[in-house]
């Protein structure tokens, strides 16, 4: 077999490979067996039809088409390989002649990942926010775990902002109460924006036993997204009471003995929390900058596939389990068909370079992921997906997606790698000093949040 390469552009070229006949054998032996075995003829018995038979009854023909079929693709592959390509999808073959006892000669056009240079990133410099954690910030958090332990009492009055009521709800669209339009008993916080748009209006100044009725637009059921006519009625009122903060209080609330003790843990949370925000957006804006750096030519059938995946995996997962559907979702959003088509293709350029330059930074820099950082890296992936780690091991080895992690790991190594290197500061002109033993996983799930969609690696595997 002889092949050789013509790139067409920098993410697609064309295999010509000539292959002579005596290389067909194996596929040729193939294709009379198989036919011996789909078809009968009289005076032999079944599997044991000479060759000149076939080709007498059915045509030498159909042999061939069934050999070059059978032969392809180990062609195509051996091709591949002999050139060290990096094929991305599946080709596009033309048989451009094949003569019976001579020769087969085909070509094959497949998208490729572009060659990449990757320059020098040491000299990355980036600023992100300063790590600080003030006053307000403890009070927040302590007045919302004040919140979490409040109760309530009944009262004899109406009902204010804050207060948690009792409703029954009957929804009517069209004049017509909905078959799971009824609800009674529904605990409700006035003000908390959990229920219809415009019930905080209708349920304020009423006491128990009042009603009221408000249009609204409904959010899921039956009838999600249609105007409907909705009567509530107020069942009962209740205050809310929040806990006095005191050193009881840190004692109901948590380990602690004392308020203070309780304030000092929760300002070493908050701290702790917005270090690792800091790290999250030192390790985006390095990526941004590595991107910025190196000059990735994208292929168009897969830049497709990619936005293809992304619009369908929002319509039909993300925004189906929410009850809306895309023009909703735009409405809700403020944005137009074309800004969302603009930024959906925008992501998905960058999820794809993300992918291709990490990929040969992978191999730059000579990175290999082993068992334990794979294994740690399934049991985060596990827990995000609701799932056990042996299930989620599993589903993944079946699926025959360990490569698919392996890569995962290995793109958050090197972007590891290239956030070392930089030079990070905060708002303070103050050098930042990453956690290394966070960073690597830090840094996977950057790099998931920037490719956003498994599109490119699967296309790359097939």
Do not use: C, W
């Amino acid at each position: 077999m002889k092949s050789a390469v013509e790139t067409l552009n920098p993410t697609r070229v064309r295999l010509t490979v000539e292959v002579p006949f005596e290389e067909l054998k194996d596929s040729l032996d193939a294709a009379y067996k198989k036919i011996n075995q789909q078809v009968t003829v009289k005076g032999f018995r079944k599997g044991k039809i000479p060759a000149r038979v076939i080709d007498q009854r059915f045509g030498r023909g159909a042999v061939l088409e069934e050999a070059v079929n059978d032969a392809l693709p180990k062609f195509y592959t051996e091709a591949v390989n002999e050139a060290e390509l990096s094929p991305l999808g599946q080709p596009e073959v033309d048989i451009t002649e094949l003569k019976d006892g001579e020769t087969l000669n085909f070509t094959a056009e497949v998208d490729v990942r572009p060659a990449l240079e990757i320059p020098d990133y040491t000299g990355i410099e980036v600023e992100v926010d300063a790590v600080e954690v003030t006053d307000e910030d403890i009070e927040k958090s302590v007045e919302q775990l004040r919140e979490r332990f409040a109760s309530t009492s009944p009262v004899e009055r109406a009902a204010e902002d804050g207060d948690v009521v009792t409703i029954d709800l009957e929804a009517k669209v069209d004049g017509e109460v909905l078959e799971d339009g009824i609800a009674n008993g529904v605990s409700y916080t006035i003000g908390s924006g959990e229920l219809l748009d415009g019930i905080d209006d209708a349920v304020k100044g009423k006491s128990a036993g009042e009603e009221a009725t408000f249009a609204s637009e409904l959010k899921g059921g039956s009838a999600a997204g249609k105007e409907a006519e909705v009567t509530v009625k107020v069942t009962q009122v209740a205050a809310r009471e929040l806990p006095a903060l005191d050193d009881e209080f840190a004692q109901l609330a948590s380990e602690f003995d004392t308020l203070d003790e309780l304030k000092a843990d929760s300002r070493k949370r908050l701290a702790n929390m917005k270090q690792f925000d800091q790290a999250t957006q030192a390790q985006e804006r390095v990526l941004e900058k590595l991107l910025e750096l190196v000059e990735v030519p994208v292929p168009e059938k897969l830049l497709e596939d990619e936005v293809n995946t992304r619009k369908h995996n929002l319509e039909h997962h993300q925004l189906g389990q929410m009850g809306l559907d895309l023009a909703k979702y735009l409405e809700i959003q403020g944005k137009t068909a074309e800004e969302f088509e603009t930024e959906t293709r925008e992501a998905a350029v960058k999820g794809i370079k993300t992918q291709f330059v990490l990929d040969e930074l992978v191999k730059k820099e000579n990175l290999n992921v082993n068992q334990e950082e794979l294994t740690e890296h399934l049991m985060r992936r596990a827990a995000s997906s609701g799932m056990s780690p042996d299930q989620f091991a599993q589903a993944v080895v079946e699926g025959g997606q360990v490569p698919l992690l392996v890569g995962e790991v290995a793109r958050g190594k090197a972007l590891a790698v290239v956030v070392e290197a930089a030079t990070v500061k905060d708002t303070n002109g103050e050098i930042v000093d990453l956690d290394e033993e966070d960073e690597t996983e830090s840094a996977i799930e950057t790099v998931e949040a920037a490719e956003a969609s498994d599109a490119a690696e699967e296309k790359t595997e097939g």
